[in-house]
């Protein structure tokens, strides 16, 4: 079985631009998360999916960042402008069925460095 | 809200000794509880999960115990290899949470042989 597919995996851009990553979750999981790790943190979660609809984006910078997951199936993260301190590793994690307990099956990340 | 906090890291142990990463809570609910492992240059992965009080969590020789009394959940394990060198996060999910996944900071482990 494919596991979670994440691009590009390194990305350096300068502040004010922008960057988009995307995300292709395990086939048949309807549930897709996007988390934002930062060097010496723990994951925080930026926005939850169940299929195309927003579970949860009270963590998201609005301003900047956006998120959509238009089928159901992959997602794309967007960033724009981009400031320093977006520099991180944002996780695409997927799970079965509706948001619960569960495991969550996590992509190996997209690193960002932002200059 | 809903937290998890961790033992900072780094932690260096020796092959074969005993570890144990200590891991406490706070939540509204009544959570499921998990621990994470991310090895180098990997995506993280779950190592083992306990889902209501006292129930024991196991994983390749790693255990955790989830005790609602100290709201704790420990990773333990007898003796380490030098394959065991990641970082673990403790994390949780719960209902009242909106079945957010919430991590604590990590632990890095490193194993010397």
């Known amino acids: 079985e494919a596991g979670v597919a994440q691009s590009p995996r390194y990305k350096i851009i300068e502040k004010r631009q922008s960057v988009a990553f995307w995300c292709n979750p395990i086939?048949?999981?309807?549930?897709l998360y996007w988390y934002q790790q930062i060097l010496g943190q723990g994951p925080k979660l930026l926005i939850q999916f169940q299929n195309n609809g927003v579970v949860d984006d009270s963590q998201l910078p609005k301003d900047r960042f956006s998120a959509e997951r238009l089928k159901g199936v992959d997602s794309t993260l967007k960033i724009q402008p981009a400031k320093l301190e977006d520099s991180a590793v944002y996780l695409c994690?997927?799970?079965?069925?509706?948001?619960?307990?569960?495991?969550?099956?996590f992509g190996e990340g997209s690193r960002l460095t932002v200059l | 809200g809903d937290s998890v906090t961790q033992m900072e890291g780094p932690v260096t142990l020796s092959e074969e000794a005993f570890l144990t990463i200590n891991c406490t809570y706070t939540?509204?609910?009544?959570?499921?509880l998990f621990w994470y492992v991310q090895y180098p240059g990997e995506g993280l992965q779950l190592l083992l999960k306990?889902?209501?009080?006292?129930d024991k969590g196991s994983n390749k020789g790693f255990e955790a115990t989830y005790r609602k009394e100290t709201t704790s959940f420990h990773l333990e394990k007898g003796s380490v290899q030098v394959s065991d060198s990641a970082v673990y996060f403790c994390?949780?999910?719960?209902?009242?949470?909106?079945?957010?996944?919430?991590f604590g900071a990590g632990t890095r482990l490193f194993v010397k042989a």
């Open positions: 994390a949780l999910s719960d209902q009242g949470g909106g079945f957010k996944t919430i």
């Open positions: 939540a509204t609910g009544y959570p499921s």
């Open positions: 086939s048949g999981h309807a549930t």
């Open positions: 994690a997927s799970s079965q069925g509706l948001p619960s307990t569960g495991e969550l099956f």
């Open positions: 306990a889902t209501k009080a006292d």
